[in-house]
Structure formats: C-alpha cells, structure tokens
C-alpha cells in the first residue's frame, strides 16, 4: 500500500534504535498535525521543549497516583459494569447476550474520556452514543493528514461538526465549570468540590496567553487520543487471548490473572499500535549514531509497527503474541505511546501505576479492567459471524467484532 | 538532613533524558554524561517530598521512584 502524500519522500527510520534515538533528542520538535491545527493546535501535542513542560506541569494533577486510584474506583469500574448491564437490552430469543465488541469498547471508553476531560451528560446509551460519534468526527478532522479526501473540505465539515458538539455538550460543560471556580473563589465552596478534569483545571489556571478556544483544542485531544489505543487493543488483545487458550489451554485459567492480563495488553499495544507513525522535524543539522545525516529542517517519520516488531530487541519472535515475553531494557509496550518528551501523559490510564517503592499496589489501568471484566461476563467469539477488519483504516483495526457474554 | 524514608531513584532503562526532573529540582537531579537522568542526593531531606512526588508525575516516561 502507498503511504499518504504527506510522507512520501522523507526520511523512514524503522528499526528501534534509531526510533528511539529520534524521539529522546532535543534537536527535534513535533512535526506531525501541520494541516490539522483547527482541531489539535496549540495542544499539548503540537508544543514543544518549554512550552511543554509548563503545560504537563499544570496537567500533571490529573495522573498523581490518587487521582488515577480515584478514576479506576470511583469512574472506570462503575462505567464497565454499566455498560456490560446495558448489553443484557441485546439479549436474543434463545436467552445469549450478544454485542459487538467494538462498538461497546468504543463506548465505554467514550464515558471515562468524557470525564477526565471533564464533558458532562455522557450517561445514557442515547447521549454516550452521540458523544462517542462527535469525537469520532474530530477525531477525523485531528488526523486529516492521513485523509484520502480533500484535506480542505475535511476540514471545513469537521469544523461544522465542531460546532454542534460546542453546542450539545462542551459550551454547556465548561459553563458548569466557570460557575464552580467563581463559586470556589469567592470561599463558597472548597477545592475538593471541583471536578478533577482537565477543563476544571485550564479555567482554574488560566493562561491570558491562550486563546479562548485553546481549551477546546486541548479537551479534543483528550477526548481523541485518551480513548484510541484501548479501544485499538482491546479487539486485538481479546483475538490474540483466544487464540493462545486454543494453543495453551493450559493458561485458559488466567484470563482472571490480572499480572497475566496486564502482560498480555501489553503485547497487543506493542503488535498493534494506535498511531502507526509520528513526524519530526530536525531543528538543526543532527547526524544520528548509525552515521544517518538529517539535515536543518528536515521532516523525518518513524514507523512504531516495524520498531515495535524489531527481532533485535524483542526477539526473533517478535511479531507474534508472547505474554510471557521479556525484552531487556525497553518498555515492553516499545513506542505504542511514543517516546521523549512527547510520551503519551495518559500512559498510566491504560496501562496502569506500576507498584511504586511506598509499597503501594497501584492501578491496573484500562486494559486490564476491562478485559477482566468482559472474562467475567463469559466473552466469547460468535461462532455465527467472525471477527472483522475495517476498510476505512489504514490501520489493522478491527471494524466489528461480534462476541456472546456467556454469563450475562 | 538525608532522610530514609525518601530514597529517590531514576530508572536508566525507562528514561530518556528530558530533564524535566532537572527543571523541576536541579538540586536533586543532574543530566549525566549519558545525557540521562541522574540523581545527586538519593536520600534527601523531606523538605523536598513535594518536589519529588511531582518530578515523579512530571517525567514523561515516569522514570523517577522515591
């Protein structure tokens, strides 16, 4: 398959090392997200070095360990079971709750975005529905670049799409949020009475450098990317969990292992990564340690799938499923939430806190819960009709995946 | 004062060398000759447990233990 336009011609790095080497260094900024600024501009994706780190020092709030205990209690628990209850609506004449697995991540994942971005009124299958599907279309418009469409009318619709999402659910929210911070500031409520959301937190600290529509930007983002690699995953964790009980049906009995489980989310985003490729451009002429020459300006991609499957790092197994695998040195997720300064701040949400030094346990994060849940509702393959790929994605993301909730 | 309960560390392996940590508390953390992070007091008085929790939220890759 061709690559998009906008990266035929430039440099490819595509083994680990040089990956990496790209992404740890300061002689490169963010390159990526050039045509889809309206959407993603000025977000903590497309700012760079100092800029950076002041706006991930103001959003760090939202990743300390009590306030991702906090979600996975309080949020993330809840919103599964609520959306495994809703699936019983589906149950057929013979008595077996079916879904679609996809579609019923995708909407959980819509309801924990929507909070930590702090989006109110995502609660009903209807509004979760209509929320999910506007983030799908700014998700659109946020990686226009990789549109086979008319870049320019892509961008116009979703802009239109825009606003009707600021209408229905944003302009009402961050209304909500403006009245709790005057309340909070005049001492007629406490802190501990404000949303613990990102909206909550740039109108608590606003910058009078930003735009006023920069929240809007930032809150797209969040909603976008916090729920792509889970709900990329999770289809493909499951396959992969199916086939490995058929070859090791000794393990069948650590689909409720939660270190098990966590190992093998781990494979699924290092085999199948939400975001295949990221640009940077050298801010300097930069000679790599391979000898590779970029020069002062220069975009350059790195492709995460074949890094992520570079046998000299994970072994000569490397593009096969291995939740037992050990690759010393590297995160065993390799660059499925990118690298350097531009490290996904949501990381922990997915993948869980690992157990710190205060002897904490920490989180399981995303992946974990909610596999383990589905386990416990007796998810199984429909044996009526396969999983299968979309054919709207360039990437191996599943576009439906029918399953049987056995003990629903 | 060094404290025990504070026994801060940098994992090599998982860090990438932003100097963040550096940013936040130079007088903790240093960027080594590796360019990665490194640490100059491992067991730092518990004026610095503030500090240290948000370096430890702050790194990108999440890279600092204490």
């Not at chain 1, 002062?296 to 000299?312: H, I």
């Not at chain 1, 790092?313 to 995160?331: I, L, N, T, W």
């Amino acid at each position: 398959m061709e690559p998009p336009p906008h990266i035929v011609g430039i440099q490819h790095f595509v083994d680990y090392k040089s990956v990496d080497e790209i992404l740890k260094s300061k002689d490169f900024r963010q390159g990526s997200h050039q045509e889809s600024q309206p959407f993603f501009g000025g977000s903590l994706l497309t700012i760079d070095h100092g800029e950076h780190f002041d706006r991930r020092r103001l959003e760090a709030p939202l990743f300390r360990k009590e306030a991702l205990e906090y979600y996975e209690r309080e949020e993330l628990l809840p919103l599964i079971a609520k959306s495994l209850e809703e699936c019983e609506r589906n149950r057929g004449e013979d008595g077996i709750v079916r879904a679609d697995l996809c579609l019923l991540v995708r909407n959980m994942l819509a309801r924990i975005s929507a909070v930590t971005t702090g989006i109110d009124g995502v609660d009903t299958p209807e509004r979760t529905d209509a929320f999910r599907t506007y983030v799908e279309q700014l998700g659109t418009g946020a990686t226009v670049e990789w549109s086979t469409e008319d870049h320019g009318e892509v961008i116009d619709r979703i802009l239109e799409i825009r606003a009707g999402f600021v209408e229905e659910f944003y302009g009402p929210s961050v209304e909500r949020r403006r009245e709790l911070i005057s309340a909070f500031q005049a001492g007629d409520i406490s802190e501990n009475d404000l949303p613990r959301d990102l909206l909550t937190l740039m109108y608590l600290h606003w910058n009078d450098d930003w735009d006023d529509e920069l929240p809007l930007r930032e809150a797209t983002l969040y909603t976008v990317a916090s729920s792509q690699t889970t709900t990329h995953a999770v289809p493909h964790m499951m396959m992969h969990l199916h086939e490995w009980f058929e070859a090791h049906p000794e393990d069948f009995e650590k689909r409720f292992d939660r270190e098990f489980l966590k190992r093998a989310g781990h494979e699924a985003i290092r085999l199948h990564l939400p975001s295949p490729a990221l640009l940077r451009i050298a801010l300097k002429d930069v000679v790599l340690s391979d000898g590779t020459e970029i020069a002062e300006g220069e975009r350059v991609a790195c492709l995460f799938t074949p890094a992520n499957r570079d046998t000299s790092v994970f072994g000569e197994d490397a593009k096969s499923f291995d939740p037992y695998r050990e690759a010393d040195g590297v995160k065993p997720w390799g660059f499925a939430f990118g690298g350097g300064e531009h490290t996904c701040i949501g990381r922990t949400l997915v993948t869980g806190l690992s157990a710190r030094t205060d002897g904490d346990e920490g989180t399981d994060g995303t992946l974990v819960n909610i596999a383990l849940a589905l386990f416990e509702a007796g998810i199984e393959l429909d044996p009526a009709e396969m999983p299968a790929f979309t054919e709207l994605s360039y990437h191996d993301a599943y576009g439906t995946f029918p399953v049987i909730l056995r003990n629903l | 004062m060094s404290n025990p309960e504070l026994h801060v560390k940098i994992d090599k392996l998982i860090c990438q060398g932003t100097g963040y940590c550096v940013r936040l508390e130079p007088e903790i953390f240093v960027i080594g000759d590796d360019d990665l992070g490194e640490v100059l007091i491992d067991k730092p008085d518990t004026k610095y447990a503030d500090v240290l929790e948000e370096a430890a939220v702050l790194c990108p890759t999440r890279a600092i233990t204490y």
